[in-house]
């Protein structure tokens, strides 16, 4: 036989190991097994809890981190589109959940069913995240703080409805309540407001209806017209006058009389300069008695301007018109009605304070003249040769020791020129006119203010066969309240009064009044004046004494009307004959203002 084919040898047990490995490879490709991946501790498995869990965390960051990261509008609507639209895995484990966020490939596997798998040990449980770390420790320190602060407010064996408002909204405040690196902060309690404590400083606002309103200094006074940037103030008497001595003179006889006053004040609004305006006059007829027809008045303003560099200007404009005096030296005897005498005067001044010194310059003019007289026979007697015009100039300098006490001195010239350079007797009245004199300011607020002052006055009358009108001078014009509701004025002045009476020069007269006013009650006022007058004639030893007293009421039945009346009395004590008399009086009449 040729060469033949090797015989091979297949038993019964090479097939049975055969048919079994083939069998084994066929199950393991068709069982499913997890990816490799998957099986690690690279990610692995995420439930559907932590990715609820992360997205909630999220939006909570986001509420709290809105306010300060509005510049970021980009960011944000990434992160909202995030939410709307949650990432879902397309198998399990392929995004880990939130408790092994921070897991690394390192670790040790998980344990898994997989026969095969190398180590058949128990996973170890993963450490929390950095953040979710943080925002425990913050959440327990701060509910820490919260609950040591109740317990410090609250006192023994009282509960506060703010602790119990805490304990029930604790853990709403914690989840809404978060700060920028993502830690809780326990919400404020609503009622904390209420216990803040209050400025001890602060004036407590009580309701509308149950305020008190502050009185009025003084609820009778008058209320005043709006008129242009001026508040006007007038005031209408009218009553009835009875004397004994109807035009005050050696002869007069009883009347009675009805008297009409009317009086004004306006003062401007200004803000920065001021101007006042003062007036009066009072009509007398003749209701029995003694024939009196007679008028009189004044007006008289004042304005007060800033200038530059510390200067003040201040400016005086005033017109009278007063019917000569029957008990006047220069009274005309046999005549129906006295001349009236009218009067216009002005000045300006300057003042300038340096310092603590005062200076004040102020010029002066006084222009006087006369109506005719009527005689009884009806002719006329004019009295052009007692028209006169007087010039003068004052300047003053003080010092001011204190704000409420200021010594000043003041020197005084002028000229008094007569409109006729020789009157009907042939004399030349003009005159030059000189004074000193010194005293004090006192400005003591409501307390007392005011000035006064002493010296020398001295007219020289240009005829030498005239002396010249001389003697002390004295000037008061003060205010003086002891208690709310009083005041007390004193006022003196001193007088050249010329005449035209042949061989005369004239005489020297000193005015003093006193005067007192008290409210008595808020509608109640009383008044009271002491007057004494002194008349010095020059060149002889005449001279008149005449003392006055005067007490009044007034009751205000509204703001704008009220009831006033008075009583006077009046007496002149005279060396010169036929001088004498003695005048008494009562006024009742109705007052209003407005």
């Known amino acids: 036989m040729s060469g033949g084919e090797p015989v091979t040898k297949t038993g019964p047990k090479g097939i049975a190991v055969a048919a079994f490995l083939l069998t084994a490879s066929v199950l393991a490709l068709l069982r499913p097994a ?57 198998s399990p484990g392929a995004v880990p959940d939130d408790e092994g966020a921070t897991a690394s490939i390192f670790d040790e596997p998980q344990a898994t069913d997989d026969p095969f798998a190398d180590n058949q040990t128990a996973a170890k449980p993963r450490r929390p995240s950095t953040a979710r770390q943080r925002a425990a420790d913050a959440n327990a320190k701060s509910d820490t703080k919260a609950t040591d602060k109740k317990k410090a407010k609250k006192k023994p064996g009282q509960a506060t409805d703010s ?18 690196d993502g830690a809780n902060r326990r919400a404020v309690t609503i009622d904390s407001v209420d216990r803040q404590k209050l400025d001890p400083s602060a004036e407590r606002t009580g309701s509308i209806d149950g305020q008190k309103v502050k009185p009025e200094d003084d609820p009778f006074a008058a209320p005043g017209i709006k008129v ?82 510390e200067l003040r200007a201040i400016a005086k404009l005033g017109y009278e018109a007063v019917p ?192 007192g006013e008290r409210q008595v009650r808020a509608n109640l006022t009383a008044n009271s004046a002491l007057g004494l007058d002194w008349r010095d004639y020059t060149g002889s030893e005449g001279h008149d004494l005449i003392l006055s007293a005067e007490a009044g009421l007034t009751w205000w039945l509204n703001r704008y009307a009220g009831l006033t009346t008075r009583v006077r009395t009046e007496k002149l004590t005279s060396n010169l004959a036929g001088r004498d008399y003695v005048a008494n009086s009562v006024y009742l009449g109705l007052k209003v203002q407005r």
């Open 34 to 90: 997890p990816v490799l991946a998957q099986e690690t501790e690279l990610r692995g498995e995420v439930s559907e809890s932590a990715i609820l869990t992360d997205q909630q965390r999220k939006a909570r960051q986001l509420r709290a981190q809105g306010s300060q990261d509005r510049a970021a509008p980009a960011t944000q609507a990434a992160e909202d589109q995030t939410l709307a639209n949650p990432y879902e895995p397309a």
């Open 163 to 180: 602790t119990a408002k805490t304990a029930a909204t604790g853990d709403q405040a914690d989840t809404a309540a978060t700060d920028e």
């Open 324 to 515: 000569e005096s029957a008990s006047s030296p220069d009274a005309i005897a046999g005549v129906t009605s006295q001349p009236l005498r009218q009067t216009v005067n002005g000045s300006l001044g300057v003042e300038k304070d340096v310092g603590k010194m005062r200076y004040a310059l102020t010029g002066a003019v006084t222009h006087d003249f006369y109506g005719d007289a009527k005689l009884s026979d009806g002719t006329m007697l004019s009295q052009k040769h007692r028209d006169s015009t007087l010039y003068s100039a004052t300047l003053r300098t003080g010092y001011q020791v204190s704000l409420a006490i200021t010594p000043f001195a003041e020197v005084e010239a002028g000229r008094r020129i007569y409109d006729l350079r020789l009157d009907s007797n042939g004399f030349e009245r003009s005159s030059t006119r000189l004074g000193a004199r010194a005293g004090l300011e006192l400005d003591m607020d409501d307390k007392l203010s005011g000035e006064f002052s002493v010296g020398w006055l001295r007219e020289a009358i240009d005829d030498d066969r005239l002396p010249a009108n001389a003697g002390p001078y004295v000037n008061a014009d003060l205010k003086w309240s002891p208690e709310r509701g009083t005041i007390v004025g004193l006022t003196a002045r001193t007088t050249i009064e010329s005449t035209t009476t042949a061989n005369e020069s004239g005489d020297v007269l000193y005015s003093g009044r006193l005067t």
């Open 228 to 309: 242009g940037t001026f508040v006007f103030r007038p005031t209408l008497e009218q009553g009835f006058t009875a004397t004994s001595n109807a035009d005050g003179s050696s002869g007069g006889r009883p009347a009675v009389l009805s008297e009409t006053a009317l009086r004004f004040s306006a003062a401007s609004d200004w803000r920065e300069n001021s101007a006042v305006i003062d007036g009066y006059g009072i009509f007398r007829n003749t209701l029995s008695g003694q024939k009196i027809n007679d008028a009189q008045g004044r007006i008289e303003g004042q304005l007060n301007v800033d200038l530059d560099h």
